[in-house]
């Protein structure tokens, strides 16, 4: 087993931030990202709580993609490359859009939200794999 590239994970986590402003702003212009979020019984929670408790959420994502490579190992990353788009590419197709899909149709959400929301985990997943495989 390899080590795990703790760079890789922070910018990962962070390069998810952005590739969230992006998409949930000028691209398909959803809710603000910087905006007031409710927490439980009416409390109310600024936008740095929010932004710190996704970048943290998405720190664990990468860190289990991070345990993941490393599993894998350097030696077989260096020779099949796309074995990191392949993974976290994976687990968005494979796990994280079908959760998203079934809890929002269990909401009864719209289509276009799943789409974009899938999309987005799908944008952020591959990004994540180009980050560890730049890293690497």
């Known amino acids: ?8 994970v922070i910018l990962s986590a962070n390069l998810a931030m952005a590739v969230g402003f992006v998409w ?12 007031r979020v409710s927490g439980e019984a009416g409390e109310r929670r600024g936008p740095v709580s929010g932004m710190l408790m996704a ?3 998405q720190g664990l994502s990468a860190l289990m993609l ?5 599993r894998i190992g350097p030696e077989t990353l260096a020779a099949k490359p796309w074995l990191y ?4 590419g994976g687990i968005a197709i494979a796990f994280v859009a079908p959760a998203l899909w079934i809890s929002y149709s269990r909401q009864r959400l719209s289509r276009r939200e799943a789409l974009v929301d899938s999309g987005f985990w799908l944008a952020v997943y591959l990004a ?9």
């Not at 087993?1 to 890789?8: T, Y």
């Not at 949930?24 to 905006?35: E, Q, R, S």
């Not at 994540?128 to 690497?136: E, I, M, N, Q, S």
């Open 24 to 35: 949930y702003g000028p691209l398909f212009g959803g809710a603000p990202l910087l905006g």
């Open 1 to 8: 087993m390899g080590q795990i590239n703790w760079l890789a």
């Open 55 to 57: 970048v943290l959420l």
């Open 85 to 88: 788009w392949m993974q976290s």
């Open 128 to 136: 994540t794999g180009t980050v560890f495989w730049a890293l690497g």
């Open 66 to 70: 991070a345990h993941n490579f490393a």
